[in-house]
């Protein structure tokens, strides 16, 4: 029996089979075989699953000192059952590895039949079900249902069609086959019993499932019902895997892999005629995947796009790891080795090493100019023409966006809808800190689609990190849909970076309180959308010099700088600033016009108009016309 330590073992565990293959560091490898699961759905699914992993391990010759550096386990029943996998991944990690990938065994076969490359690919075994995902990490799932709900084209389908062609001749129905009645008594025995057999059995589908070699054996004799089964088999995997491409890119490679590819034509046959161009072979199956992916994990390489369909659990139960690098690495992370009697300073010098390391933001921020410049003006331009600009992000840099997009409207006059946080954990997460859910991609894609982002919009992600789930994945939505990408991170090499028109990068470095990044990092956040948001403003003609002339004068402090404004610009008597603003409806732009032009209200805002709401450039275009 072998003792060693395997660089990999790789699952693939289906309901009517597991497959195991062990790798060494020496290129040694195992393979082992046992029987399938119901599922880690089923009530004792852990069970089960374990039960499977050490069975095929035994026939691998694996022993009790066994161990690997990563085990990968694609599975059926991972997507209904998710609230099981933190306790799977801790059970096989006691037994197993140092680190445990769980995932579907869909997506072992996705990974398998394309290499880990986007695509579309129907993964037809016992059960049926279609996983597309592109490469801005967007997915869809098409069936995958059950037996009792889905599963169209399955195995269990092919079986149940064939066993009931067989009960149909018995009785001398039409739609009956002989050849299929033989081979189901060959099988089964009796066939008066046939549905008591099928109906008490502890997993009818895969019991179902086992006789599809036969209805491939009968049409490869010409049988011309077996035949139609298969067809229309192909058929129907067909239709799943053109809906799931559909909800995401109709342009994906599409594939066809799994166990019941092995039934060849007409059922493969039938499946490339259904989807009316080309099907690309699958290169390997799960098991391949399931390698891939566990190398892919090692190397610290997981495609973005097939983040979402993991989860990755570590040594000693600290549960899901980081598939997108190591935070020790981060230099917001890091450690100032020179603080570490902090709390024995007295409280002048704590806030004197706090305001010390904030006063490291702005030159850092002032080398950023060069590249800012260029992001405000294409704000502008996309402003002007109807866009809107979203800020996404979570915890602390969510916060700091609500702020700034919150002041806009009172401060410039702006729509609410002109300017938008949207934030990790939706709108709660202002009130109360739900430092989870930057982890949540698929949230992160929701927020982007909900908000209807579209191609003359902006969308401006926010992290520390430079690497939040949440807001790559809402950059890699928007751009997809044409929107203007910008990124601002904390650290150099963002992962965010990869995704946005316009990335930038500040390295804000360690904070006083190691990891604290509502520190400096928040307040270059907080500094940068100061800025950005202000220069865009004055880009789009809110403010007269440093005047803040579009506000809304909604209450006596804000009614007086009204007055005030148009006294300081214009040199007029009070009286008659008050006189304008009140014919103005207290918008100060027009009333600033009719002072300086001696207009009236209607002719003050025509003018404003042409010039789109700037008043510098109204009065330009005013120089030469006579007023009234």
Not at 609 to 627: P, Y
Request: glycine residues 14%; negative net charge; charged residues 20%.
């Amino acid at each position: 029996m072998l003792s060693t330590t395997w660089t990999m073992i790789a699952v693939d565990l289906g309901k009517t089979g597991c497959r195991l293959r062990a790798s060494g560091p020496d290129g040694r490898t195992r393979e082992g075989a046992g029987p399938g699961a119901v599922g880690l759905a089923a009530a004792d699914g852990v069970q089960q699953v374990c039960r499977a992993v050490d069975a095929a391990a035994r026939d691998a010759g694996l022993g009790a000192a066994d161990r690997a550096e990563v085990l990968v386990v694609g599975l059926v029943g991972y997507h209904a059952a998710s609230a099981r996998r933190d306790q799977l991944g801790q059970r096989l990690l006691r037994r197993w590895a140092s680190q445990v990938v769980l995932t579907g065994d869909v997506a072992t076969t996705h990974v398998g039949a394309l290499g880990g490359r986007p695509g579309a690919v129907v993964a037809a075994g016992t059960g049926a079900v279609a996983l597309a995902v592109d490469d801005a990490g967007r997915s869809a799932v098409r069936d995958g249902w059950g037996f009792l709900l889905g599963d169209d084209g399955s195995g269990y389908a092919v079986g149940r069609d064939g066993l009931r062609a067989a009960l149909l001749h018995v009785e001398g129905r039409p739609g009956g086959s002989a050849a299929l009645a033989g081979r189901a008594r060959d099988r089964y025995g009796d066939l008066a019993s046939l549905p008591s057999v099928v109906h008490s059995a502890a997993h009818p589908s895969r019991l179902v499932a086992g006789f599809v070699p036969d209805v491939v054996a009968a049409a490869r004799e010409g049988d011309g019902v077996s035949a139609g089964i298969l067809e229309e088999a192909g058929r129907a995997l067909a239709r799943t895997g053109l809906a799931a491409r559909a909800a995401v890119d109709a342009a994906l490679p599409l594939c066809l892999a799994g166990g019941l590819v092995g039934a060849g034509a007409p059922l493969t046959t039938s499946f490339a005629q259904a989807v009316g161009g080309e099907v690309v072979a699958p290169r390997g199956g799960a098991l391949d995947g399931a390698v891939r992916l566990g190398e892919m994990v090692r190397a610290g390489e997981v495609p973005a796009y097939l983040q979402d369909l993991l989860s990755v659990h570590g040594d000693g139960g600290a549960g899901p790891v980081s598939l997108t690098g190591d935070l020790d690495e981060l230099s917001t992370e890091g450690v100032r080795l020179d603080l570490m009697d902090l709390e024995e300073r007295g409280t002048e010098a704590v806030l004197r090493e706090l305001w010390s390391a904030e006063a490291t933001v702005v030159p850092a921020l002032l080398e950023l100019v060069p590249h800012v410049a260029p992001v405000v003006d294409a704000v502008v331009e996309r402003l002007r023409r109807g866009g809107r600009m979203f800020y996404v992000g979570a915890g602390t840099p969510a916060r700091l966006a609500f702020v700034d997009a919150s002041e806009l409207p009172p401060t410039y006059g702006t729509d609410r809808s002109l300017v938008v946080a949207l934030p990790a954990g939706g709108t709660e997460s202002f009130l109360a800190a739900k430092e989870g859910a930057e982890d949540d991609r698929a949230a992160g894609r929701s927020v982007v689609e909900d908000a209807g982002v579209g191609a003359d919009d902006v969308v401006v992600g926010l992290t520390a990190s430079g690497r939040t789930p949440f807001v790559v994945a809402a950059l890699q939505e928007a751009g997809r849909r044409g929107a203007l990408t910008v990124s601002f991170a904390g650290n150099r090499d963002a992962e965010v970076s990869r995704w946005a028109q316009h990335a930038l990068e500040v390295e804000t470095g360690p904070e006083v309180i190691s990891g604290s990044t509502r520190l400096k990092a928040g307040t270059a956040q907080k500094l940068f959308l100061n800025a950005l948001s202000t220069t865009t403003m004055v880009g789009l003609g809110k403010t007269y010099g440093p005047y803040m002339v579009d506000m809304q004068a909604s209450n006596d402090k804000l009614r007086e700088r009204a007055v005030r404004m148009v006294r300081q610009v214009t040199g007029c008597p009070r009286a008659r600033a008050e006189q304008a603003l009140e014919e103005a409806g207290w918008h100060t732009k027009t009333a600033l016009l009719m002072v300086l032009q001696d207009l009236g209200a209607g002719r003050a805002r025509e003018a404003l108009h042409r010039a789109e709401g700037s008043v510098r450039e109204a009065l330009r275009v005013m120089d030469g016309e006579e007023r009234p």
